[in-house]
């Protein structure tokens, strides 16, 4: 018997007929009817050869199972292709694909067939639709294969193709635009694109808001644009941005995809990409400082979704790790954080840098009170620039709040 195979055996239909043709052959032979033996006998084998028939599918059938793509974001369609061969088939194939609902079907409605004959050359195609609903790396299968007599007296399960991966990326946003101090400095790949067609001496600047220290005034610009205006930046930024993505399961809330934690994988995976289309390096970290990528560059891009796609929540209860890496850039994507886990982070990083703070309270409401108001004011007191996401919010628009520089209006519950 091959592996991954079971002998089924008859069917009940078929043990009745066995049992029948038994009962009928010991009633002939007692009686001396001669035909009546022959029809018991008939009515016996005939389970028998319904063995041999369903035995000789299961042996000459092969399938081979094709993802397109195998590889893909979110939401997008994966076309699943079973190509079956083999000599005819003298009963029904019933076949079984296993599928997990995250990556489509509902779990108790997997894709199921019935093939009855093969073409002339012996080959059948058949396709289904995949469109997963969660990133990840799922397994497709194993096909599980019926083979069955005409009269459906025998059957035999068998493992016609194994599992198959099908890797679902985190969902990537189109981004415009970098925050004040990423890649605004001299001397990087970033600033390089910021400055193309000018002049290295150009200053970027923004309109002034209250709060702004006066030394930061730009006064040539103000006397240009005729208001007062400030400079973005003054330190360069040497060293790339590190991105620092708070995986811990407490700190998150929410379900599947709608959970703070894709919310976050989302984010960070469409801010890397973008800063990648800038040429911009950039390291991904998680929150215990272990690097989930080679050091950034634009071939890493495919080894980064594909770390993403696989992230798994941690078990960490804190933010303390290793220093942050020195003359770099940090932007720590986090959901929710207590007053001494924020303490912990600033002191892997005091030059401070940018936060995206992720209103958990908002993707599950009945988990209690918002945190959010306090932990980003203590991150501003400490000299990061917060931007608080709300489960209202895309990606696109937390970004554009740290592209704007401003603090972002809180609407958080308390």
């Known amino acids: 018997m091959a592996p991954g195979s079971r002998f089924s055996g008859l069917t009940t239909r078929g043990r009745c007929l066995l049992a029948g043709g038994g009962a009928t052959t010991v009633c002939a032979v007692i009686l001396d009817e001669r035909d009546l033996l022959r029809v018991g006998v008939f009515v016996a084998l005939l389970p028998l ?28 369609p994966v076309d699943v292709e079973l190509r079956l061969e083999g000599g005819p088939l003298l009963g029904a194939l019933r076949l079984v694909d296993a599928a997990p609902d995250a990556a489509g079907p509902q779990a108790d409605a997997p894709p199921r067939f019935t093939v009855h004959r093969l073409s002339s050359r012996g080959t059948a195609t058949l396709t289904y639709p995949l469109r997963p609903v969660l990133r990840g790396v799922h397994r497709v299968g194993p096909l599980t294969g019926t083979a069955t007599d005409p009269l459906g007296l025998a059957e035999f399960d068998q493992e016609l193709a194994g ?71 003054e330190r360069p930024w040497r060293g790339g941005m590190t991105l620092l993505l708070d995986r811990r399961d407490a700190a998150h809330r929410g379900r599947g995809a709608d959970s703070s934690l894709e919310f976050a994988v989302s984010f960070a995976a469409s801010v890397c990409m973008h800063l990648f289309a800038r040429g911009e390096p950039v390291t991904l970290v998680a929150e215990d400082g272990v690097e989930l990528t080679p050091p950034g560059s634009a071939s890493g891009r495919e080894q ?52 995206v703070l992720c209103d958990t309270a908002t993707w599950d409401p009945a988990g209690g009170r918002s945190s959010a108001a306090e932990s980003s004011s203590a991150l501003r007191r400490a000299g990061w620039h917060v931007a608080v996401a709300t489960a209202a919010m895309t990606p696109a628009q937390v970004w554009d709040q740290l592209v704007a520089g401003a603090a972002p209006a809180f609407s958080g519950r308390r």
């Open 304 to 355: 980064l979704l594909d770390a993403l796609a696989g992230l798994r929540p941690s078990a960490r209860g804190d933010l303390a790790g290793p220093e942050l890496t020195a003359g770099a850039e940090v932007l720590a994507v986090l959901g929710a954080v207590a007053p001494g886990q924020i303490e912990a982070l600033c002191s892997r990083h005091p030059a401070g840098g940018h936060a």
């Open 49 to 76: 050869l319904a063995l041999l028939l369903a035995s000789r599918t299961r042996r000459t059938v092969r399938v081979e199972r094709a993802l397109e793509p195998p590889r893909g974001p979110v939401g997008s």
């Open 163 to 233: 599992p198959q991966r099908l890797v679902v990326l985190p969902r990537v946003v189109a981004l415009r635009g970098v925050p004040p101090a990423l890649g605004a400095g001299e001397g990087t790949a970033g600033a390089a694109l910021n400055h193309q067609g000018q002049g290295t001496t150009d200053v970027l600047v923004r309109p002034y808001r209250q709060g702004d220290e006066l030394r930061r005034v730009h006064w040539r610009s103000s006397a240009r644009h005729d208001e007062l205006m400030v400079r973005l930046e």
